[in-house]
Nanobody, 124 residues
């Protein structure tokens, strides 16, 4: 069982930056593929970024490539999402997720545990 707690969300102007953190409980954090998803009002939850258990593989949705960076620190049981050059369309609740599969994935069904989410609002 893994419990995930996100933090770092807030209100920022367009062009600004935020760093999201996701702290995981449990001693087996290092075996999980981790992902970030987001959900805007009235829209479905969408994939943002994912990172393999070792951190050697990452993948991003096209809309955030070059602006967002996912990373992890297995010693701290934490995954991060550095968000730069933020745009109003990045406004959403951001969720981190953990998956037991060793394969990185962009689909929600491949993730077994979810955090409660943190709000990111980007003003124009």
């Amino acid at each position: 069982q893994v419990q995930l707690v996100e933090s770092g969300g807030g209100l920022v102007q367009a062009g600004g930056s935020l760093r999201l953190s996701c702290a995981a409980s449990g001693r087996t954090f290092s075996i999980y593929t981790m992902g970030w998803f987001r959900q805007a009002p009235g829209k479905e939850r969408e994939f943002v970024a994912t990172i393999s258990w070792s951190g050697s593989s990452t993948y991003y949705v096209d809309s955030v490539k070059g602006r967002f960076t996912i990373s992890r620190d297995n010693a701290k049981n934490t995954v991060y999402l550095q968000m730069d050059s933020l745009k109003p369309e990045d406004t959403a609740v951001y969720y981190c997720a953990a998956g037991r599969s060793r394969l990185i994935s962009t689909t929600t069904a491949r993730y077994d545990y979810w955090g409660q989410g943190t709000q990111v609002t980007v003003s124009s």
